[in-house]
């Protein structure tokens, strides 16, 4: 049986859900491939280049910043899983001016998709908000400093329903990334150098993953059940809910990759991180069946 290790970046159904079912519907092992998934999200570069990541935010940024010849050979979703949370009192996006929110670093994947966001609207993320930079987890630090009012706000991730947890708590969701910011991310990238995209490994975990995706889109009962794993602070209800909202609409049947997508996505990161664009959608998204 061929063995790959495979490395989520993150942590929440955006990062993990397609390997999840795949894993826990046996297609790695229908596919003759023994998966070992790792824990990546403390990883430095190098460690990571060993295997296969999840993380297609992470790999564009290595690729763009070091030159790391990273390739996406699946994408799960043109729309990121990261959630503007505020408290009562702010009503939209320009409202964080001068307020404390609480994200992630600029120089990862979602730090510096929330700062496209902002910009976005109107906002000079280093000039016009009081950023709390934390790393991130399961955001649960960042929900008790919203209840203590030590920040006004915080970029969430998908180990929550937000949602749910803003009705619960009387709060705020200022904004979802995916609507106003769309990259193709999450799926399986290679480093080119370390790993051929062709190995029969890497080739039994695509076809894996396509099928999970398509329970994603043909299954729903078993796609919600298997969310409750991660959402296990909420009902059956907020559960379905979320799916039908964010996972049903927005994951793709394949795994394909849109380019125009992808082109704009890469110039718009190029912009924010300083960097020349110097590898275009087609270059870094290799996602043909």
């Not at 987890?137 to 991730?157: K, S, T």
Request: aromatic residues 6%; negative net charge; glycine residues 10%.
């Amino acid at each position: 049986m061929d063995t790959i290790d495979l490395a989520y970046v993150g942590r929440g159904l955006h990062e993990e859900l397609v390997a999840y079912i795949a894993d826990q519907e046996d297609y790695y092992a229908d596919e003759g491939v023994h998966v070992a998934l790792r824990d990546g999200c403390a990883w430095d570069e190098e460690r990571l280049r060993g295997g296969a990541s999840i993380g297609l935010g992470r790999a564009l940024l290595s690729r763009l910043t070091g030159g790391t010849p990273w390739v996406a050979l699946t994408v799960n979703t043109h729309r990121p899983l990261f959630w503007f949370l505020a408290r009562p009192g702010l009503d939209s996006l320009s409202d964080l001016a001068g307020r404390r929110l609480a994200v992630h670093a600029p120089g990862t994947a979602p730090g510096c998709f929330a700062r496209i966001v902002l910009r976005g609207a109107g906002l000079d993320p280093d000039r016009d908000i009081r950023t709390v930079v934390r790393a991130p987890g399961d955001y649960g630090m960042d929900l008790r400093r919203l209840r203590a009012d030590e920040i006004d706000a915080a970029l969430v991730g998908s180990t929550m329903a937000p949602e749910a947890v803003a009705a619960e708590h009387g709060w705020r969701v200022l904004a979802w990334v995916g609507d106003h910011f769309r990259i193709p991310t999450v799926g399986l990238a290679v480093d080119t150098s370390r790993t051929d995209p062709d190995d029969p490994a890497v080739q039994a975990v695509l076809r894996a993953h396509r099928r999970a995706l398509k329970v994603i889109h043909e299954d729903p009962d078993t796609t919600v059940r298997h969310m409750h794993t991660f959402l296990g602070g909420h009902t059956p209800d907020e559960v379905r809910a979320h799916y039908d909202t964010f996972i049903a609409p927005h994951y793709t049947t394949d795994g394909q990759v849109d380019l125009a997508v992808g082109e704009a996505a890469i110039s718009a990161v190029a912009a924010e991180l300083g960097v020349p664009p110097t590898v275009t959608a087609a270059g870094f998204y290799r996602t043909a069946p």
